[in-house]
């Protein structure tokens, strides 16, 4: 893990890039017998996610893979900015970053995997689920306690709200 701290990078972050399979989902791929994918989320990222988005942090998603159950778990959220089937990450987030007028030192990135890298690498704070390659994790500023698809979305969602001083608002809203 990188030396500077998460929550200086935190500060900074107007927009929050999510990989999917082993951030969002615990990176198994399940298919039926007729060939349709099934994933998993959890209700807790899902919670956080929408916490970002009402205090005005812009959540996207970019993902080499596509299906119908992530397009309708999005749509759920609210979330509007999903990349589906972009094998080349890199390139996404170039014109994620253009729609979003945002330079990439204000983005989050959150990714498993060495595909996620080279947006993941450009971006000003890199997150990464417990169970992360090795070197991903290594490379990362901020590795969450819990693994992809069980509360690490939740967790880097609420070191964003923490170090921009919205976390205890949000959480007041519920008692």
Same mark, same amino acid.
């Given at each position: 893990?990188? =030396?500077?701290? /998460?929550?200086? +990078?935190?500060?900074? !972050?107007?927009?929050?890039?999510?990989?999917?399979?082993?951030?969002?989902?615990?990176?198994? #791929? #399940? %298919?039926?017998? =007729?060939?349709?994918?099934?994933?998993?989320?959890?209700?807790?990222? *899902?919670?956080?996610? $929408?916490?970002?988005? $009402? %205090?005005?942090?812009?959540?996207?998603?970019?993902?080499?893979?596509? =299906? *119908?159950?992530?397009?309708?778990?999005?749509?759920? #959220?609210?979330?509007?900015? !999903?990349?589906?089937?972009?094998?080349?990450?890199?390139?996404?987030?170039?014109? +994620?970053?253009?729609?979003?007028?945002?330079?990439?030192?204000?983005? @989050?990135?959150?990714?498993?995997? +060495?595909?996620?890298? /080279?947006?993941?690498?450009?971006? *000003? #704070?890199? @997150?990464?689920?417990?169970?992360?390659?090795?070197?991903?994790?290594?490379?990362?500023? %901020? !590795?969450?306690?819990?693994?992809?698809?069980?509360?690490? !979305?939740?967790?880097?969602?609420?070191?964003?709200? =923490?170090?921009?001083? $919205?976390?205890?608002?949000?959480?007041? *809203? %519920?008692?």
């Amino acid at each position: 893990m990188n =030396s500077r701290r /998460p929550a200086e +990078l935190a500060r900074k !972050v107007e927009l929050a890039v999510f990989d999917i399979d082993g951030v969002m989902t615990d990176g198994r #791929l #399940l %298919f039926t017998d =007729s060939g349709e994918q099934i994933k998993a989320f959890h209700v807790r990222d *899902g919670l956080g996610l $929408k916490a970002l988005m $009402k %205090f005005g942090i812009r959540v996207a998603v970019i993902t080499a893979r596509t =299906s *119908g159950a992530l397009e309708r778990r999005m749509s759920e #959220l609210g979330i509007e900015r !999903v990349m589906q089937g972009h094998q080349d990450k890199a390139s996404a987030l170039d014109k +994620l970053l253009e729609v979003e007028s945002v330079a990439a030192q204000a983005v @989050c990135y959150t990714g498993d995997d +060495l595909v996620d890298w /080279p947006a993941m690498g450009r971006c *000003g #704070l890199k @997150c990464a689920p417990a169970d992360a390659d090795e070197w991903i994790r290594e490379q990362a500023d %901020f !590795v969450t306690a819990k693994p992809g698809g069980r509360g690490a !979305v939740r967790e880097i969602c609420e070191l964003i709200l =923490s170090a921009q001083d $919205k976390l205890e608002t949000w959480r007041d *809203g %519920f008692r």
